[in-house]
């Protein structure tokens, strides 16, 4: 999982620090990150660390929203937003 959670980050954070995304935009992608902390902390008595619980909790998160997380992607390109 290692090799998936640095991209993913990175365009989480830059998506994050621009503030030229709209309300909405911002909402999802902190609703992203608040659910997989959620599953985290759920998941996580049962793993070795927090972060490894985090880590899964958020690629399986992204998985299921993809097509939101497309439509962030193409507005963020359309504005030179990158990772």
């Known amino acids: 999982m290692q090799n998936h959670k640095a991209p993913v ?3 989480l954070q830059s ?3 621009n503030h030229n995304l709209n309300e909405s935009d ?3 992608i902190d ?16 793993c070795d660390k927090w972060s490894d619980a985090y880590e899964a ?8 929203r993809q097509p939101q997380i497309q439509l962030i992607l193409k507005y963020a390109a359309e504005r030179g937003i990158t990772a």
């Open 31 to 46: 609703e992203i990150h608040r659910i997989a902390v959620c599953k985290a902390e759920q998941t996580a008595e049962h």
């Open 57 to 64: 909790a958020l690629l399986k998160e992204i998985q299921v």
């Open 26 to 28: 911002m909402e999802r």
């Open 9 to 11: 980050w990175k365009l």
């Open 15 to 17: 998506v994050l620090s």
